[in-house]
C-alpha cells in the first residue's frame, strides 16, 4: 500500500531574488496547479534525458498571446522533434514574421465599433485587417507557385512557406525556425484558417486546386512513433492536433509494430472532462485507448497557457541546458516509409 504522507508542503518561500528554475522548483513542494506546474517542468525534463522523440500539439490563441518566440526557442533548442498545429497560429506566427504586430486591447467593449474600423479582436488582443491582408497575400501568391499535380503533406506544404518566408522575415518565427532546423509541422486541419482561405484563392485565380495527401500525414505520424525508442506528448490546449498525436501511437500497428504508447505527457488546458470533449480527457482516459502507456510519467496542469508555458520552459532553458545542449536525436527521417 501506497505511503498516505511520501512528503510535506513546503511552503513557498520568497526572496528578493529567484531565477525561473528556483520559482518552479519551490512550487515543486506546494499543493495543486503550482506542484502540477512543477511536475510538468520535471516530466519534460526527463523526456530531454531520455531518448524520447517528443511531438508538440498547439491550440488555442497562442501566438497572437506572445508565444511566438516561446514555441521557436522549443524548436531551435530542439526541446521537440514535431509539432502539430492549428492552421491560425501558423497563419499569425507567419503575420508576425512578416513584421507586422498583434496589439493589447481590452476584453469586451464596442465590437462593432472595431469591425467598423477593420480591426480583429481575440478577447484582448486586436489586429489589422490591412495587416492580416498583407500576410493573406503572401500566402496566396505563394500557393500560385506549387505544382498542381503533386499531392502534398502539410508537413511539405509548411516547410516550403517556412523556406519562401526566410528571405523576407523581418524577425524568427515557428515556420521559419522548423525550415531551418528540420522539424516536422503538420496541420491536420489546414482548411479552418487563414491558409485554406489563401488556397481556395488560389485555385479559384488558377483553375488549379493545390491537393493535399492528409493520408499521408497520418502514415508519417504513426512512422515517426513507430521508429522512435519512446514518445512524449506536451499539448498546449487540445483540439485536433491533440488528438492526431494521440492517435500515432495506437496507428504503429500499420507497421507491424504494437506500442504500449505514449511514455510520457505534459499537458496544459483549461478545460474539464466532464464535458466529454477530447481538449479536456485526461490522460488516464487516453490509457483506456492504449494512447497512453500504462507506466507513463504524465501530468495535467490545469493553467491558462500563458502562464504556464513561458514559466515552464524558462525554468527548463535554465535548469535543463546541460541536458539540451547533449540531446543528440537524429532527425527525422521517412526512408524506408516510402511512397505508400
Same mark, same amino acid.
Given at each position: 500500500?501506497?505511503?498516505?504522507?511520501?512528503?510535506?508542503?513546503?511552503?513557498?518561500?520568497?526572496?528578493?531574488?529567484?531565477?525561473?528554475?528556483?520559482?518552479?522548483?519551490? #512550487?515543486?513542494?506546494?499543493?495543486?496547479?503550482?506542484?502540477?506546474?512543477?511536475?510538468?517542468? =520535471?516530466?519534460?525534463?526527463?523526456?530531454?534525458?531520455?531518448?524520447?522523440?517528443?511531438?508538440?500539439?498547439?491550440?488555442?490563441? #497562442?501566438?497572437?498571446?506572445?508565444?511566438?518566440?516561446? +514555441?521557436?526557442?522549443?524548436?531551435?533548442?530542439?526541446?521537440?522533434?514535431?509539432?502539430?498545429?492549428?492552421?491560425?497560429?501558423?497563419?499569425?506566427?507567419?503575420?508576425?514574421?512578416?513584421?507586422?504586430? =498583434?496589439?493589447?486591447?481590452?476584453?469586451?467593449?464596442?465590437?462593432?465599433?472595431?469591425?467598423?474600423?477593420?480591426?480583429?479582436?481575440?478577447?484582448?488582443?486586436?489586429?489589422?485587417?490591412?495587416?492580416?491582408?498583407?500576410?493573406?497575400?503572401?500566402?496566396?501568391?505563394?500557393?500560385?507557385?506549387?505544382?498542381?499535380?503533386?499531392?502534398?503533406?502539410?508537413?511539405?506544404?509548411?516547410?516550403?512557406?517556412?523556406?519562401?518566408?526566410?528571405?523576407?522575415?523581418?524577425?524568427?518565427?515557428?515556420?521559419?525556425?522548423?525550415?531551418?532546423?528540420?522539424?516536422?509541422?503538420?496541420?491536420?486541419?489546414?482548411?479552418?484558417?487563414?491558409?485554406? +482561405?489563401?488556397l481556395a484563392e488560389a485555385r479559384h485565380r488558377s483553375g488549379q486546386p493545390v491537393t493535399f495527401d492528409v493520408i499521408r500525414d497520418v502514415l508519417e505520424t504513426a512512422w515517426i512513433s513507430s521508429q522512435?525508442?519512446?514518445?512524449?506528448?506536451?499539448?498546449?490546449?487540445?483540439?485536433?492536433?491533440?488528438?492526431?498525436?494521440?492517435?500515432?501511437?495506437?496507428?504503429?500497428?500499420?507497421?507491424?509494430?504494437?506500442?504500449?504508447? =505514449?511514455?510520457?505527457?505534459?499537458?496544459?488546458?483549461?478545460?474539464?472532462?466532464?464535458?466529454?470533449?477530447?481538449?479536456?480527457?485526461?490522460?488516464?482516459?487516453?490509457?483506456?485507448?492504449?494512447?497512453?502507456?500504462?507506466?507513463?510519467?504524465?501530468?495535467?496542469?490545469?493553467?491558462?497557457?500563458?502562464?504556464?508555458?513561458?514559466?515552464?520552459?524558462?525554468?527548463?532553458?535554465?535548469?535543463?541546458?546541460?541536458?539540451?545542449?547533449?540531446?543528440?536525436?537524429?532527425?527525422?527521417?521517412?526512408?524506408? +516509409?516510402?511512397?505508400?
Open positions: 500500500m501506497d505511503d498516505p504522507f511520501p512528503a510535506s508542503v513546503i511552503p513557498f518561500p520568497v526572496s528578493e531574488r529567484a531565477s525561473a528554475a528556483e520559482l518552479v522548483e519551490r #512550487m515543486a513542494g506546494t499543493a495543486f496547479q503550482a506542484r502540477n506546474l512543477a511536475q510538468a517542468a =520535471h516530466i519534460w525534463d526527463a523526456m530531454l534525458r531520455d531518448e524520447v522523440t517528443i511531438f508538440l500539439g498547439l491550440a488555442g490563441a #497562442m501566438v497572437p498571446g506572445g508565444m511566438r518566440p516561446v +514555441l521557436t526557442y522549443l524548436i531551435e533548442k530542439r526541446l521537440i522533434d514535431c509539432l502539430v498545429s492549428t492552421g491560425a497560429n501558423l497563419f499569425h506566427d507567419l503575420y508576425e514574421c512578416l513584421g507586422h504586430r =498583434h496589439w493589447q486591447g481590452r476584453p469586451g467593449g464596442d465590437d462593432v465599433h472595431l469591425a467598423r474600423r477593420r480591426v480583429y479582436r481575440f478577447y484582448d488582443v486586436l489586429a489589422v485587417e490591412h495587416d492580416f491582408t498583407i500576410g493573406e497575400r503572401f500566402v496566396t501568391d505563394f500557393c500560385l507557385t506549387l505544382d498542381p499535380e503533386h499531392k502534398y503533406t502539410t508537413r511539405e506544404y509548411f516547410e516550403l512557406v517556412g523556406r519562401a518566408l526566410i528571405p523576407v522575415a523581418k524577425q524568427e518565427g515557428i515556420l521559419t525556425a522548423a525550415a531551418r532546423h528540420g522539424v516536422p509541422i503538420y496541420c491536420p486541419a489546414v482548411g479552418d484558417s487563414v491558409f485554406g +482561405l489563401c522512435a525508442q519512446a514518445t512524449g506528448v506536451v499539448y498546449i490546449g487540445g483540439g485536433t492536433p491533440k488528438n492526431f498525436i494521440q492517435q500515432s501511437a495506437v496507428a504503429c500497428y500499420i507497421f507491424g509494430r504494437e506500442r504500449p504508447g =505514449h511514455s510520457y505527457g505534459v499537458q496544459i488546458t483549461m478545460d474539464e472532462p466532464d464535458w466529454g470533449g477530447l481538449s479536456g480527457c485526461t490522460f488516464e482516459e487516453a490509457q483506456s485507448w492504449r494512447k497512453i502507456a500504462p507506466e507513463a510519467s504524465f501530468v495535467t496542469v490545469r493553467s491558462e497557457a500563458t502562464i504556464a508555458l513561458p514559466l515552464i520552459v524558462s525554468a527548463l532553458a535554465e535548469g535543463s541546458a546541460e541536458a539540451i545542449r547533449q540531446r543528440r536525436l537524429p532527425a527525422i527521417s521517412f526512408e524506408g +516509409l516510402g511512397d505508400a
